[in-house]
Structure formats: C-alpha cells, structure tokens
C-alpha cells in the first residue's frame, strides 16, 4: 500500500480507520501500513484524539424561552439603509411579481408564436418565354378590340 499522506490517494482511509468504520480488509492493510509508516501512525492517533474528545463533549442544555430571546434580538438589530428604504414597498412586491411574470408569459408566447413570413423563391424566367407572353398578350387586345358582327348575338327566352 503506498501511504496515503504522501500520495494524497485513499487519505479517507486513514479517517475512517481512525472512526472505526472501515471493512476489515481495507482496515488489515492500514494497520500493516501504519506499522511501517510514522506519519500515518501519528494522523491516525492524533484523529482518533478528535474521535474520543468529540464522544465526550455534552452541550449546554437549550433553555425553553431560547427561541422567543433569539427572534427579539433579530428584531432588535437596527435596519440597514437598503431594508428602511425599500419597507414601504414590500407590499407592492408581492402584487408585482405575479403580475411581471403573466406579463413575461404573455410576451414570450407572442414572440415564441409569432408566423414566420413565408419565403418567396422566384424562378429564372428566360427571354424567350417572356417575349411569347407579351406576344400571347397582344393577341388578345387584339381580339377584343375586333367588332362583333350583328347577327352573332344570341336571344333568350
């Protein structure tokens, strides 16, 4: 096993060995290594130390007004500049912020929904068929300017 302070590799080992919640195979090799190795003997002890001052220590009891005595001191600090000069405006930020965010909606669905314009391809038209078209085109003013004669026109009954 290479040690785990020099390398910086399963360094947690040596805590966990100390804490005693290692698997017994990968606590035998810490034990073979801590018998060869100083620097690792002294972590594991001086953790274990922590270990041992940690299980002894009793905290104070809590008082039963504790959390009454704490709310009064946090009330009882004095107000910043940024909270007295935004107080009187708390009341308005609860009304403003449902309605900021259905006005955020509603411009996120209209730009979200908006048709996109639909695109015009526009075809290579060639001289030839464009000189057709206007003689076609001709032909026809021709053809109505022609008058009708007499006898063509037909009677309803």
């Not at 959390?67 to 935004?86: G, K, M, N």
């Not at 075809?123 to 009708?148: C, F, G, H, N, S």
Request: hydrophobic residues 40%.
């Amino acid at each position: 096993m290479n040690c785990p302070i020099k390398t910086q590799k399963n360094k947690e080992w040596l805590l966990e060995y100390s804490a005693g919640r290692l698997d017994n195979e990968r606590a035998a090799r810490v034990a073979r290594h801590l018998a060869m190795c100083p620097e690792c003997a002294r972590f594991v002890e001086a953790q274990r130390g922590v270990w041992q001052a940690l299980s002894q220590w009793e905290p104070e009891p809590v008082s039963a007004d504790f959390d009454r005595r704490l709310y009064s001191r946090i009330e009882s600090q004095p107000a910043t500049w940024l909270d007295r000069l935004f107080r009187p405006l708390q009341p308005l930020w609860h009304a403003a912020i449902p309605v900021a965010a259905a006005c955020l909606l509603i411009v996120a669905s209209v730009v979200l929904h908006t048709p996109q314009a639909p695109q015009v391809t526009v075809e290579k038209i060639e001289a030839e068929q464009v000189e057709r078209t206007l003689d076609d085109m001709q032909m026809l003013r021709e053809l109505a300017l022609t008058p009708k004669p007499e006898g063509s026109t037909s009677k309803s009954m």
